[in-house]
Nanobody, 123 residues
Framework: QVQLVESGGGLAQAGVSLRLSCAAS????????MGWFRQPPGKEREFVAT????????SYADSLVGRFTISRDNAKNTVYLQMNSLKPEDTAVYYC????????????????WGQGTQVTVSS
């Protein structure tokens, strides 16, 4: 049974950093591209970042380039999202997802999803 478990969310003040983690089990992690998505309150889920199986290729939502960094540790079956200079508009539930193919921003092509972790940024 595949499980993706996010952690590291919480309440933060604007300007600080948070690092989210997503621990994967039940799959051969190094065979999967990983993605982060988020759903702000009252809005649809949106793409945040994606990383290929080896960690050599990443892609970000245009508005997040330079502030967010996705990385992975295949030895720990974990993908990370480093979020710097947080803004109130980053408030959302953050989800990680796994895709048994190349990276993509298209969320409906991901095979597995975590339950999400809430990030709330106050001004």
């Amino acid at each position: 049974q595949v499980q993706l478990v996010e952690s590291g969310g919480g309440l933060a003040q604007a300007g600080v950093s948070l690092r989210l983690s997503c621990a994967a089990s039940g799959l051969t992690f190094s065979n999967y591209a990983m993605g982060w998505f988020r759903q702000p309150p009252g809005k649809e889920r949106e793409f945040v970042a994606t990383i290929n199986w080896s960690g050599t290729r990443t892609s970000y939502a245009d508005s997040l380039v330079g502030r967010f960094t996705i990385s992975r540790d295949n030895a720990k079956n974990t993908v990370y999202l480093q979020m710097n200079s947080l803004k109130p508009e980053d408030t959302a539930v953050y989800y990680c997802a796994a895709r048994g193919a190349y990276t993509t921003r298209r969320e409906n092509t991901y095979d597995y999803w975590g339950q999400g972790t809430q990030v709330t940024v106050s001004s």
